[in-house]
């Protein structure tokens, strides 16, 4: 036998098993609906991932939720260091403005008008 | 060897001088006394965090920024009492006494029945390097202390801003440069 006549015997076709087509059908038509309704395919599909694409998935969403903390912490930090200043200015404000106040009061005798100091509660606003 | 021991004493000497700038005001007697108390220490780490939050764009906060820039350490105590003589103008004195070193100059003591302010500047060759400012009503003491180039004019451009009164300084670079 020669190489033609191998090729040509391997080749020939042949007729599938009775039911074949009808199973490969209704298979065809069942299954993705099937695999799009159900949950356990989705989560069927979500665990059928390797462990390194896992791993991956795992530092990845660390390094952003570690990142995403430490902009807030740093954030809050920096709106309290931001309160804070603007509030020890406004008592150093007040304060030299309370003792000029009082120099003017002496100078022209006249009575006094308080001035407005900052409350420990603004400081929290 | 030599070359550690010289790092570390400087260090050392460093941290001392640090240490120095800053007034101690030990009234922890008159917290206990007192019905509110304010006691803020911003170093220059929390200064400059505060800096990267103030915004430079509006007006206020542009000035703000601009005051903190340069600044070491920004540190307000404060006590409010409920009633009358909780504490007494001796309370002041280890405080007076540590503005009473060269550098430190008093450039406004005003006393009126039972209120009074004093305003004391520190002078490195010819700038203002600091101001420290007590001030007392009947129910209240304050002591404001604010290290590195500072003067009055800029803490008076915050005047009518941040709720700051408008304030008027009268000239003390003369008194300065003496």
């Not at chain 2, 340069?70 to 909780?86: A, W």
């Not at chain 2, 060269?102 to 600091?130: H, Q």
């Amino acid at each position: 036998m020669n190489l033609d006549d191998e090729l040509r015997s391997a080749l020939k076709r042949q007729e599938p098993p009775a039911g074949f087509t009808d199973r490969v059908t209704a298979r065809a038509r069942v299954k993705p609906a099937e695999r799009r309704s159900t949950w356990q395919g989705k989560l069927g599909r979500l665990f059928s991932l390797r462990t390194l694409e896992w791993a991956t998935a795992c530092a990845v969403a660390t390094v952003l939720l570690v990142g995403a903390g430490g902009e807030y912490r740093r954030r809050q930090e920096g709106e309290r260091a931001k309160a804070q200043v603007v509030f020890a200015l406004r008592m150093a404000g007040s304060r030299l403005s309370f003792a000029q106040r009082m120099v003017l009061e002496l100078s022209s005798g006249r009575t006094a008008v308080p001035a407005k100091k900052p409350s420990a509660g603004e400081e929290r606003q | 060897m030599k070359r550690i021991l010289f790092v570390l004493s400087l260090a050392l000497i460093c941290s001392v001088a640090r240490m120095d700038a800053q007034l101690k005001i030990n009234l922890d007697n008159l917290a206990s006394k007192a019905k509110e108390v304010v006691d803020l220490s911003l170093d220059s780490a929390m200064l400059q965090t505060a800096g990267q939050f103030l915004s430079a764009e509006k007006s206020n906060e542009a000035k703000a920024k601009a005051l903190i820039s340069g600044l070491k350490g920004v540190y307000v105590k404060s006590y409010q009492f409920d009633k009358e003589g909780q504490y007494t103008l001796d309370d002041l004195k280890p405080i007076r006494e540590q503005l009473q070193v060269p550098g430190w100059s008093r450039i406004l003591n005003v006393v009126d029945n039972r209120e009074g302010a004093e305003i004391y500047l520190k002078a490195e060759e010819g700038k203002t390097a600091g101001i420290a400012i007590l001030a007392w009503e009947a129910r209240e003491l304050t002591i404001v202390q604010i290290i590195g180039p500072i003067n009055l004019d800029q803490l008076s451009e915050l005047g009518g801003r941040f709720g700051i009164p408008p304030v008027v300084v009268p000239d003390v670079k003369k008194k300065l440069t003496k």
